[in-house]
């Protein structure tokens, strides 16, 4: 189970950081995303970060938070961050973490995911 907080009101320019919590199994074997969906609008994938090999770990983002957000991971706690700097009021939505095997950016070729957090950004 993934467990995702963090969330809140922040005005333009603010930052949070999102945590997302494992419990019951551990996903440090699985590769870990970051997707939020606004409302009338697809889930969307934010950021996905791989498992830590021994070079460390990979991230990827969407272009729309690059330079902007970042993902990590801390295996020891099974959790999983996104830290969210310079938001924007298009950066509002409910944020989910969910977990995969694959490289996919698609919300259907991941495995589970946790309950979202809301983040609203007002200007």
């Known amino acids: 189970q993934l467990q995702a907080s963090g969330g809140g009101l922040v005005q333009v320019g603010g930052s949070l950081r999102l945590s997302c919590a494992a419990s019951?199994?551990?996903?440090?074997?699985?590769?870990m995303g970051w997707f939020r969906q606004a409302p009338g609008k697809e889930r969307e994938f934010v950021a996905q970060?791989?498992?830590?090999?021994?070079?460390?770990?990979?991230?990827y983002y969407a272009d729309s938070v690059k330079g902007r957000f970042t993902i990590s991971r801390d295996n020891a706690e099974n959790t999983v961050y996104l830290q969210m700097n310079s938001l924007k009021p298009e950066d509002t939505a409910i944020y989910y973490c969910?977990?995969?095997?694959?490289?996919?950016?698609?919300?259907?070729?991941?495995?589970?995911w946790g309950q979202g957090t809301q983040v609203t950004v007002s200007s």
């Open positions: 019951g199994r551990t996903f440090s074997n699985y590769r």
């Open positions: 969910a977990a995969t095997r694959t490289s996919a950016t698609r919300p259907d070729n991941y495995d589970y």
């Open positions: 970060i791989t498992q830590i090999s021994w070079s460390g770990a990979t991230t």
